[in-house]
Nanobody, 115 residues
């Protein structure tokens, strides 16, 4: 059974950094895109960043220059390095992956940035 396992959320002061990780369990080789989305209270879930197996990335304008998404294909894992965090980055962050023509979500990890 495919599962996305997230880690790395937490509380940080504005200007600080966090690193999120998302690994895919189930022994499946992930050939599709992987990425992160986030949802703040009362708002819709929005794209943060995605990365293809070949390493092509796409970022939301609001995080460009501050967040970096990378991928380790051998480990079926993506890493979101978040620097210069702002209070408006506060949200639940969800990992997403395209696997075998299906789309999967992680359970979400809370990121809270205090001012």
């Amino acid at each position: 059974q495919v599962q996305l396992v997230e880690s790395g959320g937490g509380l940080v002061q504005a200007g600080g950094s966090l690193r999120l990780s998302c690994g895919v369990s189930g022994g499946i080789r992930v050939t599709g895109a992987m990425g992160w989305y986030r949802q703040a209270p009362g708002k819709q879930r929005d794209l943060v960043a995605t990365i293809t197996r070949g390493g092509t990335t796409n970022y939301a304008d609001s995080v460009k220059g501050r967040f970096t998404l990378s991928r380790d294909n051998a480990k079926n894992t993506v890493y979101l390095q978040m620097n210069s965090l702002k209070p408006e980055d506060t949200a639940v962050y969800y990992c997403n992956a395209d696997i075998m023509f299906m789309n999967y979500w992680g359970q979400g990890t809370q990121v809270t940035v205090s001012s």
